[in-house]
């Protein structure tokens, strides 16, 4: 039920695809290096043969391991690899044909060599192409050219030359350059930076390991059964469970590679390093010890995960960190301190509660709004009869009974981009508000639909109820807003949803072949159902339409179910006997009509409207000019369009007597990566961000207008 997860090392190698072309294999200085050559582990090949076997025999639409599917799988990695077809020439294309006819059946088989060559020819490729970018800095670039750079080359021809691969580069690596002028530096500090950045990324490359390359391979592989099955080596399993449970076990810090050193980039609120005082954003970690005794290990140079590895470790242990504090500060003596490592909530992904007073032609309301980021659940906890593990219907039933608590006028939950999650949390939060009954049929590969119904008896909030949604809202998202437009039990609000209306299992490798061992196989995240609302309509591309519609931000152009082209069919079952919930329902037209009038005459929902033009005008473009002149021109432009906007904005938040936030001035592209970018401490998140969310307090408003209306009508049925 969750979001397609990348594995770290993956989203590293994407970014690497910007630039890309083909010179000789040599490092920065014109010396020949080794190439890069990985192969298999040992226990990748028996993983291998495990997915494969679980696709045949349990996935929701299973398919032959046979050359034609070979071909779907040899262009998922392609896209996954290249996917801007800068790295690759046409010539690197038609040499994979035997591989690309055997993929399947040679993972079948376990034999991951045609896989492995294919990601070892992009690596070296990649390595050769940053390489001749450090060649082409000492000599600087001409910006008076009437050059333009592509934006987006997904459907572009492979480059058929070598020498249009160099000229791709080039223009790449002169809108670095010209981003970077623009955003004020010299030409001497640019030419270091970018040195430093195409070194950066050459050692990373050269750190790519065989488990990094078997997920790549093996997220391919998985996604050419469907968009939403996946494959995740032991690592990424780990983070994935983490992201679930919104727990993890160790110091409660977020890591960064900064330079040769991984850095503290952020603190969890409570847990061990932030709690210490003496662990800091901003500090690097020079070694890693295990308990009071054992020796330090030097983690200078190492990949983030990596150290996450050493510093993770059972609940009540310790581990000893050698720090060197942020190089800003100039101090060079490096400090060790000592953490007792224990289960961290991840309090910033968990659902939030608030309230929003609204007010209207006289009448004044309150509306409890809850947002859930995402449908979580400590699956381990519950397991192993933890009284406080954390799900998202738990925290919200606390959170609706202190709105009860505090007689508020009625709830929205807010459910924009929230991806999805878990099944069992999706029936059991519509519970909280329908009590008893159906909430979702889902019917598995054979045929056989089940009907899961919520466990509550009794709904916790049975006042007005809207729900936010927008082209984010997916899965599980889908599910609860379904069921909630199907009872009639409240409003759904906002923009149709994202269309994923597939059921997926999370199977522990080693449990389906009973092996015990240190070297896992990691975990499979395959699809194996699909669900139906309780009216026998699937969501499955189509999504969820709101009863009363946003302006759409044209997102559904870029994401969705419907971009996928291995995406399952729409469908329909029989519907299920329902009883309709309360009288909102008879009111949508006039709550529509009153939405309506009031954003015709609302500075800040034309704003809003004028932003999403705004966007969608800069996400026509297709390229960028390398004219300095016109560059210039364009960025001073859309500077001037973003500050008219942020002055329109403060003349809306004073007239509304709404805080002025400190951070909104107009920011122009500093041209950095995020990881050449200084860290600074967390803000604490201003308390004036709810009230400029016009879509919020929109939502809001329509279910005050609900609320109102629903008091009438029982004033007037007596």
């Not at 690596?123 to 192409?129: P, S, Y």
């Not at 059972?314 to 060197?324: C, D, H, N, W």
């Not at 709004?369 to 606390?398: A, C, L, N, Q």
């Not at 800040?604 to 705004?614: P, R, S, V």
Request: proline share 5%; hydrophobic share 40%.
């Amino acid at each position: 039920m969750n979001r397609p997860y990348r594995s770290i090392s993956l989203c590293v190698l994407l970014s690497l695809t910007a630039l890309c072309f083909r010179p000789a294999l040599a490092d920065g200085t014109g010396q020949a290096q080794a190439p890069i050559h990985l192969s298999p582990s040992p226990v990748e090949p028996e993983a291998a043969k495990v997915v494969s076997l679980l696709f045949t025999r349990f996935h929701y639409r299973p398919q032959p391991l046979d050359q034609s599917f070979s071909k779907v799988v040899f262009d998922h990695l392609l896209e996954n690899l290249d996917p801007e077809r800068s790295s690759f020439t046409r010539a690197d294309i038609d040499s994979f044909a035997p591989e690309a006819n055997a993929l399947a059946p040679s993972t079948l088989n376990g034999e991951l060599s045609p896989a492995f060559f294919i990601v070892n020819r992009y690596l070296n490729r990649a390595l050769e192409q940053y390489q001749y970018a450090q060649t082409l800095l000492p000599h600087g670039f001409d910006f008076t050219s009437k050059e333009s750079v592509q934006i987006e080359r997904k459907d572009a021809p492979w480059p058929s030359l070598t020498d249009e691969l160099h000229d791709l580069w080039r223009k790449h690596a002169e809108d670095d350059w010209l981003r970077l002028k623009l955003a004020g530096q010299n030409d001497e500090a640019i030419r270091q930076t970018l040195t430093h950045r195409y070194q950066r990324v050459t050692e990373r490359l050269k750190k790519t390991t065989p488990e990094d390359a078997f997920q790549i391979y093996m997220t391919a592989f998985s996604e050419s059964m469907d968009p939403h099955t996946d494959y995740f080596v032991p690592k990424t399993a780990l983070e994935f469970n983490t992201q679930m449970s919104l727990s993890l076990v160790g110091i409660g810090a977020y890591l960064r590679e900064h330079d040769e050193y991984v850095q503290i980039s952020e603190l969890v609120p409570g847990g061990p390093a932030g709690t210490s005082g003496k662990v800091h954003v901003g500090d690097r970690i020079v070694a890693v010890g295990q308990g009071d005794k054992a020796g330090l290990v030097d983690v200078v140079g190492w990949r983030a995960d990596d150290v996450v590895g050493l510093i993770r470790g059972a609940v009540g242990t310790s581990v000893r960190i050698e720090l060197l504090s942020d190089e800003r500060k100039g101090d060079s003596v490096t400090r060790t301190v000592v953490l007792q490592r224990r289960k961290v909530s991840i309090a910033d992904e968990a659902a939030r509660s608030s309230v929003i007073e609204t007010a209207d032609q006289g009448h004044r309301q309150r509306i409890g709004v809850i947002s859930v980021p995402s449908f979580y659940e400590d699956f381990e906890g519950r397991r192993d009869g933890d009284p406080g593990y954390s799900s998202v219907s738990r925290d919200v039933k606390r959170m609706l009974t202190e709105f009860n608590e505090k007689h508020v006028d009625g709830v929205l939950i807010d459910l924009r981009n929230n991806g999805g999650g878990s099944l069992t949390e999706a029936t059991a939060l519509a519970g909280l508000f329908s009590g008893s009954g159906p909430v979702v049929q889902v019917r598995d590969a054979r045929g056989n639909v089940e009907v899961d119904g919520a466990p509550n008896d009794q709904a916790v909030w049975t006042g007005p109820l809207g729900v936010l949604v927008n082209h984010g809202s997916a899965s599980a998202s889908e599910i609860f807003a379904a069921a909630i437009q199907d009872k009639k039990r409240g409003l759904i609000i906002g923009e149709t949803t994202f269309g994923k209306g597939t059921v997926q299992n999370l199977v522990d490798l080693d449990s389906v072949v009973g092996r015990d061992g240190s070297n896992k196989l990691g975990e499979l995240k395959m699809t194996i159902a699909q669900f139906y609302r309780v009216n026998g309509v699937s969501t499955q591309l189509v999504g969820v339409r709101p009863d009363i519609s946003f302006p759409s931000t044209g997102q559904e152009k870029l994401f969705g179910e419907s971009i996928y082209k291995n995406a399952l069919p729409a469908s329909s079952i029989s519907a299920l006997p329902r009883k309709a919930g309360a009288a909102q329902a008879r009111f949508v037209s006039v709550l529509e009509e009153t939405h309506e009038k009031r954003v015709a005459d609302s500075p800040a929902w034309q704003l809003m409207l004028d932003e999403i033009n705004a966007f969608q005008r800069a996400s026509s473009r297709t390229s960028v000019s390398l004219n300095l002149a016109v560059r210039k021109a364009d960025r001073d432009a859309d500077i001037a369009v973003t500050k008219a906007f942020q002055d329109r904005r403060r003349n809306i938040d004073k007239a509304a007597g709404v805080p002025a936030d400190s951070d909104d001035a107009a920011i122009a592209d500093d041209g950095l990566d995020p990881s050449e970018r200084a860290l600074s401490p967390e803000k604490t998140p201003s308390s004036s961000k709810m009230l400029k969310d016009p879509g919020l307090q929109e939502a809001a408003q329509i279910v005050a207008d609900e609320s109102r209306l629903l008091i009438m009508f029982a004033a007037a049925t007596g």
